[in-house]
T-cell receptor, first 114, second 115 residues
Framework: GEDVEQSLFLSVREGDSSVINCTYTDSSSTYLYWYKQEPGAGLQLLTYIFSNMDMKQDQRLTVLLNKKDKHLSLRIADTQTGDSAIYFCAERTTLTGGGNKLTFGTGTQLKVEL | DTGVSQDPRHKITKRGQNVTFRCDPISEHNRLYWYRQTLGQGPEFLTYFQNEAQLEKSRLLSDRFSAERPKGSFSTLEIQRTEQGDSAMYLC?????????????FGPGTRLTVT
């Protein structure tokens, strides 16, 4: 079955880089995602990576995928106070009829200090 | 398009009462999903519709839960005889049926508190 694990907390200083790590179990996952959730707000898709890629860069965000170890990371460069939120890693598996189920980790709370 | 909407945003109910939540997906999306998020956890998949057909249900969806999508547009999630353990955020998401569609768009959620 699918299982996704993340560390619970990360604290960084403003301007530093943040690295959030995730491990997953389903080697058949085609897409892996990073979502952001701010207090009282819904889930916002930050970025995703297709399983045949090793790295994806999108402005301040860099996603690294190690398929052998089933390890995914999200690096946020020049972290700002507005980046303080909970970050969820998710793996996607296919359902009957072509739909997709997302299995989320427990989330990593990122705190950015001045 | 205003995105996925959910109603109500908050619901407080007494144990044993029935509650119903509504989700309006993005208009051209034929796939609709329900997830549940408890405090300190990530969202967990509950069920999935393609048009009006409910194609998959999680084992988390006990007999007290029922979901419908009668005309393939909006969906409702009903919980009968609520228990305190049902307190959670209920999230709805939708996606298109396009071949390389990768994103599920989430609504703001309905927060249920059972007292």
């Amino acid at each position: 079955g699918e299982d996704v694990e993340q560390s619970l907390f990360l604290s960084v200083r403003e301007g530093d880089s943040s690295v959030i790590n995730c491990t997953y179990t389903d080697s058949s996952s085609t897409y892996l995602y990073w979502y952001k959730q701010e207090p009282g707000a819904g889930l916002q898709l930050l970025t995703y990576i297709f399983s045949n890629m090793d790295m994806k860069q999108d402005q301040r965000l860099t996603v690294l995928l190690n398929k052998k170890d089933k390890h995914l990371s999200l690096r946020i460069a020049d972290t700002q106070t507005g980046d303080s939120a909970i970050y969820f890693c998710a793996e996607r598996t296919t359902l009957t009829g072509g739909g997709n189920k997302l299995t989320f980790g427990t989330g990593t709370q990122l705190k950015v200090e001045l | 398009d205003t995105g996925v909407s959910q109603d109500p945003r908050h619901k407080i109910t007494k144990r044993g009462q029935n509650v119903t939540f509504r989700c309006d997906p993005i208009s051209e999306h034929n796939r609709l999903y329900w997830y549940r998020q408890t405090l300190g956890q990530g969202p967990e998949f509950l069920t999935y519709f393609q048009n009006e057909a409910q194609l998959e249900k999680s084992r988390l969806l006990s007999d007290r839960f029922s979901a419908e999508r009668p005309k393939g547009s909006f969906s409702t999630l009903e919980i009968q005889r609520t228990e305190q353990g049902d307190s959670a955020m209920y999230l709805c998401a939708s996606s298109s049926g396009l071949l390389f569609s990768y994103e599920q768009y989430f609504g703001p959620g309905t927060r249920l508190t059972v007292t």
